[in-house]
């Protein structure tokens, strides 16, 4: 009988570890705040995946910038100790010098034209990051940034010499502020509220959502209605980690992250809108820019974009894709208004 029991719990030992031999918890860091909408979302998919692949893939994720700022995380993913992120474009400038392209100065007039780009340029950026070696699950929109700042700003000479933040790495952004007469400030993410209580910075350039989520919308008083730049988000997770787990729990997680992101991205230009609402009614401001002075934005603006081709910031040719797919759009939407 005895010798029945511990053969019996040997089996049983020898299943448990079976079924756990392959288990693989993928540690996965942001600075989205935790309680957001984006981190009940990529916990939910997390879940999904858990549940689904019967515990084999597991992905923890550490929010509200834990891990440190996206340099850190960086770090930490190339030694191991993390195995992937959730970043704003700017901070993969180091994967790829195309990532933050979308996110040029001025160069969408409306969400329509976004949304024509990003039907074929998605596909080019994923690529990019896959082929520098990071899985990619697409990319969710965090809508327009806007100025925003203690006094009202209607004009490029009201910016002059204003202390504004900056993400770390994102050197597109620096040169944006610069262009603008701005004083650029280079800090992390989660850095910014203390930068703004301490007067560190002035001004800041953000997404409605981001400015509730971050809670900076407490710091401002009035936002210029001039949209500067396009922003969205990523998941990515190291292929070396990503490649141990087998191809079936492989294309699982591409499938369930791959929709929390497509979902997040049709959900956070909604989220923008309300925001926009909800600062509104908490008395924040929002100022318009004559056409003279939007004018006078678009030509710094795309003085610039060229001025960075010329130095090979990105690549030409997909900057005149994105151009091109532009133009194409304006035309259309010119004869449709025509008739």
Not at 52 to 68: D, N
Not at 70 to 79: C, E, G, H, L, N
Not at 187 to 213: F, K, N, W, Y
């Amino acid at each position: 009988m005895m010798k029945q029991t511990k053969i019996s719990l040997l089996i049983l030992f020898l299943v448990l570890f079976c079924q756990n031999v392959d288990a693989l918890t993928l540690k996965v860091a942001t600075a989205a705040p935790e309680g957001s909408k984006w981190m009940h979302d990529m916990r939910a998919g997390a879940e999904e995946i858990s549940l689904r692949s019967e515990g084999r893939v597991k992905i923890k994720f550490f929010a509200g910038g834990v891990m440190g700022n996206d340099k850190s995380v960086m770090r930490k993913i190339r030694v191991g100790q993390l195995h992937g992120g959730a970043f704003i474009a700017g901070s993969l400038e180091a994967v790829s010098d195309n990532i933050n392209i979308m996110s040029l100065p001025m160069i969408f007039r409306s969400y329509e034209e976004v949304d024509y780009v990003r039907a074929v340029i998605d596909g080019d950026l994923k690529d990019e990051l896959e082929a520098g070696g990071f899985v990619c699950f697409g990319f969710a929109e965090g809508g327009f940034a806007y100025i925003m700042s203690p006094a009202p700003i209607r004009t490029i000479d009201d910016v002059s010499g204003l202390k504004v933040w900056v993400p770390e790495g994102d050197q597109i952004s620096y040169r944006i502020m610069k262009a603008f007469g701005l004083a650029p400030v280079t800090l992390p993410i989660t850095d910014v509220m203390t930068g703004l209580q301490a007067r560190l910075i002035e001004v800041i350039a953000s997404s409605p959502i981001g400015a509730l989520a971050f809670q900076w919308h407490t710091k401002i008083k009035y936002v210029t209605n001039t949209p500067l730049s396009y922003l969205y988000g990523t998941l990515v997770i190291d292929n070396r980690f990503f490649k141990k787990l087998t191809q079936p729990d492989q294309e699982l997680v591409r499938e369930v992250m791959g929709r929390v992101y497509a979902e997040l991205d049709k959900i956070n230009r909604q989220d923008n809108e309300s925001a926009i609402q909800a600062m509104t009614t908490q008395g924040i401001e929002f100022v318009n820019t004559s056409e003279t002075e939007s004018n006078r934005w678009q030509e710094v603006a795309t003085g610039l974009n060229q001025e960075l081709g010329e130095e090979g910031g990105f690549s030409k040719a997909l900057y005149q894709k994105i151009l091109s797919r532009l133009n194409e759009f304006r035309a259309g939407k010119v004869s449709r208004t025509d008739r």
